[in-house]
């Protein structure tokens, strides 16, 4: 449906339409029951879909929303007694990952909020898929007031209408980068009114080669670290960029060995296709790489669905060059020491292989460290959380009242 506004038109893909109305909405309770109805409903949908074995990233989404594991999720909130939602949340969704618009809808809903989700101007299957599901659902009578509280739009950039949708909401959560946040920070938000923001961050592996070296099921690690990375062509936040290997030399030559082989070989079992345009920014990144760091080696491959770009030294503005696709910058060391004067506030997700979880809190605990939200063993950089970027989402997008 394209809705009409005196000065400007979108499209409605999900919802309801009558978007001033949403601010007398009553702020709903977080993980209310309804809500919760509703999201196994969808999830039913979307896990039977006839599409979804092309797109597993749905499939994910609709065991998240699952009934049960909102049930797992709503045990670390059983404090928010007299908590409710803050009113209406206008998120802007990215471009880059299609389905974290369903996400960014889930955690709106569970925090108790009504729910402006503006979608890539782009279209993509993921998103009609999710809307159409979720069409189908609200326009059941069980849902009829449960569709007040929806709306999913898509238009291209427009600054009168990012006016009008944040002159509406309490709070305005933005996905996509820097770029974004800068061009929506240019509509002012009522004076209550504030944002969640997630900038443009960047993520890396570290690898424990003698570990490494010892884990029987070298294929199940290679496919863990396929969904990280190649899931979403590298283009998440999560998605490591930089391997750190840990260890003596003739351990790290031999686990790279291994690890880029048991990769490659994950790679062609599962047929991804890169682009050509992927493939130039990927020789473009090796040779520009080349050019600026002293001793930059660059192993030769069979072919370009992997890049690696091995450095002597942690280069700090290494941060910034990143590519899509499978390009990999690589440091070895026989501690991870060096990860401490290193790691930034641009840095989101460590991902890990070989290493217990206590060797790495022990090792990064009290260190004063400005960046690094999450560590997560590898498999699981892509696997979203309630608490994304440092944010407790259902705290931030919901409201104490105060009872003494």
């Known amino acids: 449906m394209i809705h009409t506004h005196p000065n400007f038109k979108f499209q409605l893909l999900a919802g309801n339409d009558k978007f001033t109305e949403m601010r007398s909405l009553k702020p709903l309770a977080p993980f209310e029951d309804?809500?919760?109805t509703f999201l196994d409903e969808l999830s039913g949908l979307l896990i039977k879909h006839p599409q979804g074995r092309d797109f597993p990233e749905i499939i994910s989404f609709g065991f998240y929303v699952r009934k049960s594991n909102i049930a797992r999720l709503k045990r670390s909130y059983l404090d928010l007694k007299s908590n409710v939602g803050r009113g209406v949340s206008f998120h802007i969704a990215p471009s880059n990952v299609p389905i974290n618009f369903a996400y960014s809808l889930l955690v709106g809903l569970l925090s108790g909020n009504a729910c402006v989700v503006r979608v890539s101007s782009e279209s993509f299957p993921q998103t009609d898929i999710v809307s159409n599901a979720l069409c189908k659902l609200l326009d059941r009578l069980e849902f009829k007031e449960l569709k007040r509280y929806i709306s999913i739009v898509r238009y291209e950039h427009d600054y009168e209408i990012n006016n009008f949708f944040s002159n509406l909401c309490d709070v305005r959560v933005v996905w996509g980068g820097d770029n974004?946040?800068?061009?929506?920070?240019?509509?002012?938000?009522?004076?209550?009114?504030f944002d969640i923001t997630f900038a443009d961050r960047y993520s890396f592996c570290i690898i424990k080669a003698a570990e490494y070296l010892t884990i029987q099921d070298k294929k199940k690690i290679a496919f863990d670290f396929y969904n990280d990375t190649y899931l979403f062509d590298q283009n998440a936040c999560s998605a490591p960029r930089l391997i750190y290997w840990v260890g003596d030399s003739k351990d790290i030559l031999k686990a790279k060995e291994i690890f880029w082989k048991s990769l490659h070989e994950a790679l062609l079992e599962k047929k991804y296709d890169?682009?050509?345009?992927?493939?130039?920014?990927?020789?473009?990144?090796?040779?520009?790489?080349?050019?600026?760091?002293?001793?930059?080696?660059?192993p030769i491959a069979s072919d370009n669905l992997i890049n690696r770009i091995e450095l002597k030294s942690l280069y700090s503005d290494v941060t910034e060059r990143t590519c899509a696709g499978g390009s990999y910058f690589e440091y070895s060391n026989q501690a991870p020491d060096k990860l401490l004067n290193f790691v930034s506030r641009k840095f989101q997700?460590?991902?890990?292989?070989?290493?217990?979880?206590?060797?790495?809190?022990?090792?990064?605990?009290?260190?004063?460290?400005?960046?690094?939200d999450r560590i997560v063993p590898c498999g699981r950089a892509s696997e979203f959380a309630l608490i994304w970027d440092g944010y407790d989402l259902i705290r931030h997008m919901s409201r104490v009242v105060s009872i003494e």
């Open 349 to 372: 997700t460590l991902t890990y292989i070989g290493f217990k979880r206590d060797e790495l809190v022990s090792f990064f605990a009290g260190k004063g460290i400005v960046g690094l």
């Open 34 to 36: 309804t809500v919760i």
């Open 274 to 298: 890169i682009q050509l345009m992927t493939a130039v920014n990927k020789y473009s990144a090796s040779c520009n790489a080349a050019l600026d760091y002293d001793g930059v080696s660059l």
């Open 180 to 193: 974004t946040i800068a061009e929506i920070r240019k509509s002012p938000l009522p004076p209550r009114s």
